[in-house]
């Protein structure tokens, strides 16, 4: 997970190493070389090289793009999201990480995660921007009020590793740190077994969907579509908007879509649906994404369609704020490293 | 040589220093020198202040735990530290003193094309501090340099309002240097100094003219919306509204990451002086030399996304940012080879100025090839935000820029005070501050690649974590003491250093050939340059322009012979 | 500092005149220098208000096309009788303020006042024709956030039915660009008035000659510049999208 970003780096050590050396040693050796022996010597001017000149733009040019194209391949296959990735929904907000599995466990500055499954953040926050920055793995992303960001890595060896907030959110941003845990697949189904009973996001979703919120009465009571287009099998196709154009079903676009319904109206609708800005929090907003992502069976992740909203529960819409007392029971013995938190 | 020797009485009674006496005359004046004199007092002020908050920091990060500051307090230590060092010590440290010293004699003008306008500026700088200081003193600010919103608009419950326009005011000092800058350049260069014989310490104060002037309004106008959203409770960036936080981080780095190449381009034009004329030679290649600081002015105004790769904007937009960022590599790299071809087959002396700007070389090395690090965008994403950036910018700001500054004003000091400083101490001070300097900043990069993030309190209890933490602060004391050293002395040398001749280090500038200190309109007569820049040649060439009051024979210095005219 | 040095140099045009004239600073050489600074001085100044305003323009830009139909609607509500008006006094402030310049050129006082003067007239009744707009948004409760304390945004919803899928958050985001880029506009017609009015001062003294007159020159290039940006403005604010309802 961290082998694709270390060998870059250590492509840039080295090159970093063979030009400091270069031109330090250049320096040092004109510098004593040609230490000034009279007081006003007058050495023969020279007034430059364009062979020179042209080397040490080239050169530079070239190694310059090898790092580019090494760097931005690294970097498109962090920013590719997989298909099959397990997802989970994270919450920043001042100071900690609030993290919902699609299963419906909830964590809190802590992530447990399988061994050689890809995983995937859908994130956002509910004040300022913060990052979630795993070191171990190389990867980080900030978390913007507004929008959601992704982030995906697979976890190869099981362990407790750091989760820090780089991006500075206020008083106590350095206690916004948390661990990810990364288990054997045993373990941990183990573990996820020990939540059980939670609301799923999706079931949570379905119920706003169908009851609280009655987008059914124009999207249909199972998205089938109505006064209001249909959203099965919206997730990642294309969809033809008013004016011009297209624009393709993703997670930011449904927000969108639900706080400011007219900003990319699908064509052929009439603009007649009311904003839901202030009336959704940022979860129920997740929660009301993933049961409309979940009905795109054929594209949505395997976890997701195994938590097929069947078991619909009494609307239950407590802050997410606590974390449930078996996850937390179940994993006593793994070492937490957020210390930080009680250090006001 | 004997003859000159002998006619050392001529040199000005009369200099700008002691042409007319008393505070008003200070507080009024409309000397380009003297107003350099006042922002050299102001932007040690500031550097003094900014220096103790980063001491605070290393203290406090001396163990992992956060036990000498709260949390908050910590956060307010590190935010005015970033605050003063950029806004009030980096920006305008070369510009607004050496370069406004500097570049009306350097070019033969007898000022810069606006006095009043440049004496507003520095009043200007002034106001911005003292805002930023009544910030300090009211409670403090903890946003970050970097005013991210929302948290600076909607969050943080200290004085961001008074801190932004301190920045917003001081601004305007910075949009005012710029423009007086470009317009003497262009219109008030003496008879033959065409434009490739300015000194490379003009063109690259060109090129950072356009950056004042391009990129300053554009933070004014952000930093001015944010301390408005403050006020009102609303505004463009706050989300509530439908408004984009990021739109600020793409408004303030397009200018502030053109405002590392205000800090680092005129630095760059101090070491190509120094280079060319502490090894006696012309400047290997001058034309690329001169046209590369354009080339950063232009490209720098590309790159800002750089500084925003994990920050939610698209991945193609990433790429294109990246790309650019390289392109902007190259002509960097093109002036430090030049500069390291200039001492081939030079005459080099260890004269301090030259220390400092062989040191400058390395560490600026150092610096820009960290930068690739950055510019990497796969890379990037796990050091951004990390110690890796905090000890990048420290190599290319401090290492660069206040490395520039210090040899800069070591050279010129004579020039400015007409007196010596006292070359020994001015030698052992430059090893000291090198050697400081490396020891605080580059554990910075090994702890920031292992993933310790910046602006943190507290760290995570790693042993070796502490271990780069305390070589790092053990750096900084010694980097702390190493800059005492030249301000105790400099200050001591202003009555008690060796009067300086017109011309101590025997060199060719228009500037070595005033008087030190020159008279209030620099020259007593318009010189006519026909010599090209960095064309020495023997002393008893380089004579004053023009004839000089006589002064005490006692007063002269022993060493270097006055080239006068005869 | 400037009596009269000695010319030891042949270089010519850069010659201190031996009369120098008694508004030639000491440190150029001769006026022509120094008209020549006082321009390129404007124009560097003019390109870092352009980048000055570019910071609202940007943000105009970035909302308007994520919030078509709020804009839409909030910029509807704007009376555009008033601002085409105001473009209208701009213009022809642009040329009563060319012609001033022109009689400066020429060297005729009395011109020269008369000009300068309507000018100022003009700009005083743009911003009295401008303060109409704002007591009018004031009185409809359209001032954002709480820039008047006690008097919070508040979008009268019967006698303007918010467009359906339009959020009331979108219009006061339309209102604060507004004020922004309207106020910022203000706040230079009032630094221009008050350069005319020093203008005026001086050249009641007489002070402008064809020999020397740089001062109105400048000050005229700022005034342009100043109706240049409303004239950006008001079709920005007032007429885009306008057909698209009516």
Same mark, same amino acid.
């Given at each position: ?39 006003? %010597? ?21 190694? &310059? ?106 008083? /106590? ?20 077994? =020990? ?29 089938? =579509? ?6 099965? /099998? ?21 927000? %969108? ?32 994404? &993933? ?18 909203? &069947? /078991?619909?529960?009494?609307?239950? /819409? ?27 | ?184 350049? +262009?219109?008030?260069?003496? $008879? ?12 690259? +104060?060109?090129?950072?003219? #356009? ?16 301390? #408005? ?20 981080? +793409? ?54 996304? +750089? ?155 790693? $042993? ?54 020159? $008279? ?47 | ?246």
């Amino acid at each position: 997970m961290s082998g694709n970003v270390d060998a870059l780096f250590f492509y840039l050590v080295g090159v970093t190493i063979f030009f400091s050396v270069l031109i330090s040693g250049m320096v040092i050796f004109f510098a004593i070389k040609y230490k000034r022996r009279t007081p006003f %010597e007058i050495p023969r001017p020279i007034a430059g090289s364009l062979k020179l000149e042209t080397m040490w733009t080239v050169v530079p040019f070239v190694i &310059a793009m090898s790092m580019f194209v090494w760097g931005a391949d690294v970097y498109f296959k962090q920013y590719r999201m997989p298909r099959d990735a397990m997802e989970v929904y994270v919450v920043g907000k001042q100071w900690m990480w609030k993290l919902q599995h699609a299963t419906g466990q909830r964590e809190i500055n802590q992530l447990h995660i399988p061994v050689g499954r890809k995983v995937e953040l859908i994130m956002t926050t509910e004040d300022v921007i913060h990052s979630f920055f795993i070191p171990e793995f190389r990867v980080k992303a900030d978390v913007v009020p507004g929008k959601y960001t992704r982030l995906w890595f697979e976890a190869t060896k099981s362990g407790t590793y750091h989760l820090f907030c780089a991006e500075y959110c206020g008083t /106590n941003h350095s206690g916004m740190i948390g661990s990810i845990v990364v288990m054997e697949p045993a373990d941990f189904d183990n573990w996820l077994s =020990g939540g059980a009973g939670q609301q799923s996001p999706v079931a949570a979703g379905q119920n706003l969907f169908q009851n609280t919120l009655g987008c059914a009465s124009c999207h249909g009571d199972n998205g089938q =579509g109505g006064r209001g287009p249909a959203l099965t /099998n919206l997730l990642g196709s294309s969809v033809p908007i008013q004016g011009d154009g297209t624009v393709v079903a993703d997670e930011n676009y449904m927000r %969108e879509s639900i706080l400011n319904p007219t900003a990319k109206l699908v064509a052929g609708y009439q603009p007649i649906m009311p904003t839901f800005q202030g009336q959704v929090s940022e979860e129920q907003l997740i929660q009301l994404i &993933a049961y409309i992502k979940s009905l795109s069976p054929q594209r949505t992740s395997g976890i997701t369609t195994t938590a097929r909203p &069947a /078991n619909t529960q009494a609307n239950n /819409n407590a802050p997410a704020t606590q974390s449930s007392p078996a996850a937390n029971s179940q994993n006593a013995n793994t070492t937490t490293r957020h210390g930080g938190r009680s250090r006001q | 040589m004997e003859e000159t020797l002998a006619t050392p009485s001529e040199t000005p009674r009369v200099n700008y220093l002691n042409a007319r006496y008393g505070l008003k005359s200070w507080l009024l004046t409309k000397d380009h020198k003297r107003i350099a004199l006042l922002y050299l007092g102001g932007v040690s002020l500031f550097f003094l202040l900014g220096g103790i908050y980063a001491m605070l920091i290393r203290i406090e990060l001396l163990t992992p735990k956060g036990d000498l500051f709260q949390s908050q307090t910590y956060n307010k230590v590190f935010t005015q530290h970033g605050i003063i060092m950029v806004f009030f010590f980096l920006i305008p440290a070369i510009p607004a003193v050496l370069g406004n010293f500097l570049v009306p004699i350097m070019i033969g003008a007898k000022d810069l094309a606006f006095p009043r306008i440049n004496l507003l500026s520095w009043y200007i700088y002034m106001l911005g501090g003292i805002l930023t200081i009544w910030a300090l003193l009211s409670g403090g600010v903890d946003t970050g340099w970097t005013f991210y919103v929302p948290y600076s608009t909607n969050f943080s419950n200290t004085y961001v309002v008074l801190a932004g326009l301190g920045v917003f005011v001081s601004g305007f000092s910075s949009i005012l240097t710029g423009l007086n800058f470009i317009v003497t350049i +262009h219109t008030m260069r003496a $008879p033959g100094m065409t434009w490739f014989r300015l000194p490379l310490f003009i063109w690259s +104060h060109y090129a950072t003219s #356009l950056i004042m002037i391009l990129g300053t309004p554009v933070i004014a106008i952000t930093v001015l919306l944010v301390a #408005l959203e403050r006020i009102a409770h609303i505004g463009i960036f706050d989300p509530r509204l439908g408004g984009d936080p990021v739109l600020f981080q +793409h408004m303030f780095w397009f200018y502030s990451h053109p405002a590392v190449y205000i800090m680092i381009l005129p630095s760059m034009g101090v070491i190509s002086e120094l280079i060319a004329n502490f090894s006696r030679k012309n400047i290997f290649g001058y034309s690329f030399v001169a046209f590369s600081s354009i080339a950063i002015a232009v490209f720098g105004f590309l790159v800002w996304g +750089h500084h925003m790769f994990v920050s939610s904007q698209s991945i193609y937009a990433g790429m294109i940012f990246s790309f650019l960022s390289f392109a902007v590599a190259i002509p960097s790299a093109v002036k430090v080879f030049n500069w390291s071809a200039t001492l081939f087959r030079g005459s080099v002396s260890y004269d301090t100025p030259m220390l400092y700007g062989l040191g400058l070389i390395g560490l600026f090395l150092i610096g820009g090839m960290t930068g690739l690090f950055l510019a990497a965008i796969g890379l990037d994403v796990h050091v951004t935000d990390t110690y890796f950036v905090v000890a990048h910018f420290h190599y290319v700001m401090v290492g660069g820029t206040l490395m520039g500054y210090l040899g800069g004003l070591h050279y010129w000091w004579p020039k400015i005070s007409g007196r010596m400083y006292p070359e020994s101490w001015g030698r052992f001070a430059a090893l000291i501050i090198f050697v400081g300097f490396n020891l605080t900043f580059f554990p910075q990069f090994v702890v920031g690649y292992m993933g310790m993030p910046r602006r943190y309190h507290a760290y995570p209890d790693i $042993p070796i974590w502490q271990v780069l933490n305390v070589m790092s602060t053990a750096g900084a004391t010694i980097l702390g003491f190493g800059m005492l050293i030249p301000m105790v002395y400099l200050i001591w040398s202003m009555r008690y250093g060796r009067a300086a001749s017109a011309n101590p280090w025997a060199l060719p500038g228009l500037e070595w050939r005033t008087s030190s200190p020159p $008279p209030t309109e620099n020259f007593t007569v318009t010189p006519v340059v026909t010599w090209e820049a960095y064309e020495f040649a023997p002393p008893e060439e380089l004579k004053v322009i023009g004839k000089l009051e006589p002064r005490d024979r006692a007063d002269y210095p022993p060493d270097y012979p006055a080239y006068t005219e005869s | 500092m400037a009596e009269g040095h000695a010319i030891t140099h042949e270089g010519a045009g850069a010659q201190r005149e031996h009369h120098a004239h008694a508004a030639l600073a000491h440190h150029f050489d001769n006026l022509e220098q120094q008209r020549e600074a006082g321009t390129i001085g404007m124009w560097v100044f003019l390109v870092q208000e352009i980048m000055f305003f570019g910071g609202l323009f940007l943000a105009y830009t970035v909302y308007r096309w994520q919030f078509p139909a709020a804009f839409v609607a909030a910029s509807n509500h704007l009376n555009v009788r008033l601002g085409a008006t105001n473009t209208i006094v701009l213009i022809v402030s642009s040329l009563t303020m060319a012609l001033a310049v022109y009689y400066a050129q020429t060297g005729s006082r009395r011109n020269q006042l008369i000009f300068l003067l309507v000018t100022m007239a003009l700009g005083t009744t743009f911003l009295v024709i401008k303060g109409i707009e704002y007591y009018d948004k004031y009185r409809d409760h359209l001032i954002p956030g709480s820039l008047i304390p006690g008097r919070p945004f508040h979008w009268d919803t019967v006698q303007h039915p918010l467009p359906i899928g339009v959020s009331e958050h979108n219009l006061e985001m339309f209102f604060w660009i507004y004020f922004a880029m309207t106020g910022l506009h203000a706040l230079h017609m009032i630094i221009g008035l008050g350069i005319l009015a020093y203008l005026v001062y001086y050249a009641y003294k007489g002070r402008f000659t064809p020999e020397y007159h740089a001062p109105v020159e400048i000050s005229g290039l700022y005034w342009h510049f100043v109706d240049i940006v409303w004239i950006f403005l008001f079709p920005l604010l007032y007429l885009l999208g306008r057909h698209l309802e009516h």
